[in-house]
């Protein structure tokens, strides 16, 4: 009977209590045993009652519940290889055949770093006598399976993370809010939206609502022209009558010479150059709260039952997978690669050459 630990880790997102509840039923369902880590690797590296026997009714009621109920930590102490070490040790201890891990991309990063340095480490543990042989021998292939939980839908190889669409829903509701009152009043609001480098919650909220202009990582606006397009657009908008300006912009916005592009620095151009009475709003937080809509509960339930028969059909001779999204059908994909791919875009964002010729490409996201 196979032991297999679910953990969430990172910023929580909606979808992720739905992920452990099918974790631990398809476990349970297909006969082997279902652990929880509590407080993501922070749980792994104390270990004890922090790694605990789940059994079916334990996640009676969690399918739609909004963050996670077995919480969620960023742990700096993992990304430190004597971190990682305990982890191992604290694994084998309590007999942890595998672990799924659902959080996004750095926590996907840090749980391939575990399992490809889990020889070495087992290694060091009988070295220094704190395992025995025969453990090392018993565990010697650390299974692990990534499911993406993260509200940015950062994560290369999936079309979908569990909370984006749920936070993507959140925000709308927020900037529905605000139309009420921009309206009323005739003024602009600069909305800053989540997302950390990907501007994914921007750009869909942005089209959802109709907003005015929006400011995203992946196309940074030319740094000497700054706000020009912006006003273009949104005095046009007034001529044309309209009574409200909606500017969202993610918070990981840069311009081609790559420096951040802030809500307060596009309030001021609305104000300076416009002359519109302007609010800039934080949506912050609120963007994770509440429950999962319809399509992240069910995107995790799907995702946490694949990534349990992932687990049940690996070869010492699989890579670790990763539970994907692709065209609407539910996918294993390498772990290590997606990691790679989410990498390599994140630097691409962040690459000057990359930021200037985007600057310069038509048309405008929102004419
Ligand atoms: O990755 C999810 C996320 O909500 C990002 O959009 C945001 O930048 C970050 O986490 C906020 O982190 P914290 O909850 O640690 O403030």
């Known amino acids: ?9 990172g910023g929580d997102s909606q979808g992720m209590n739905a992920v452990v509840r099918a974790v631990i039923r398809t476990t349970i369902s297909r006969g082997c045993e279902p652990y ?44 430190e290889r004597a971190g990682r070490l305990r982890a191992a040790k604290n694994l084998v201890q309590a007999g942890i055949d595998a672990i799924i891990v659902c959080g996004g991309d750095g926590s996907l990063t840090g749980a391939d770093v575990f399992r490809a340095e889990w020889p070495e480490l087992l290694k060091e543990l009988v070295n220094s006598k704190q395992i025995q042989p025969k453990d090392a021998e018993n565990y010697k292939n650390l299974n692990i399976c990534g499911v993406v939980g993260s509200i940015d839908n ?24 605000i139309d009420a009152t921009a309206q009323s009043h005739s003024r602009a609001f600069v909305i800053e939206v989540m ?11 942005a089209i959802a609502t109709g907003a005015d202009y929006l400011f995203i990582p992946e196309k940074a606006p030319n740094a000497k022209e700054f706000g020009d397009k912006m006003c273009k ?8 009558g309209k009574r409200k300006t909606i500017v969202i912009v993610s918070e990981g916005a840069i311009d081609s010479d790559l420096k951040p592009v802030t809500a307060n620095m596009v309030k001021d151009i609305l104000v300076e150059r416009l002359g519109l009475d302007t609010r800039v709003t934080t949506l912050g937080h609120v963007q994770r709260g509440g429950p999962a809509v319809a399509f992240d509960r069910l995107l995790a339930t799907l995702q946490g039952v694949e990534a349990v028969d992932a687990i049940l059909s690996l070869t010492p001779e699989t890579a670790s997978p990763l ?10 994909k390498p772990l290590v690669d997606s990691v790679k791919m989410t990498k390599s875009v994140a630097e691409a964002i962040n690459n000057k050459e990359f930021a200037k010729a985007m600057s310069l490409r038509d048309p405008e996201f929102i004419e």
């Open 1 to 9: 009977r196979k032991r297999i630990a679910v953990l969430t880790s």
């Open 154 to 177: 950062d994560m290369s190889s999936t079309d979908a993370t569990i909370g984006a669409y749920s936070s993507l829903d959140r925000i709308c509701e927020a900037v529905d809010y």
């Open 36 to 79: 929880v880590i509590y407080e993501g690797y922070e749980g792994l590296l104390k270990g004890g009652d922090y790694i605990k026997r789940m059994y079916w009714d334990d996640v009676r009621g969690w399918l739609a519940l909004g963050g996670t109920l077995i919480g969620t930590a960023r742990c700096a102490e993992f990304k």
């Open 233 to 240: 657009i949104v005095a046009r908008h007034r001529e044309n």
């Open 195 to 205: 997302g950390r480098n990907c501007g994914w919650l921007a750009l869909m909220a």
């Open 323 to 332: 539970i994907a999204l692709n065209e609407n059908k539910i996918c294993r």
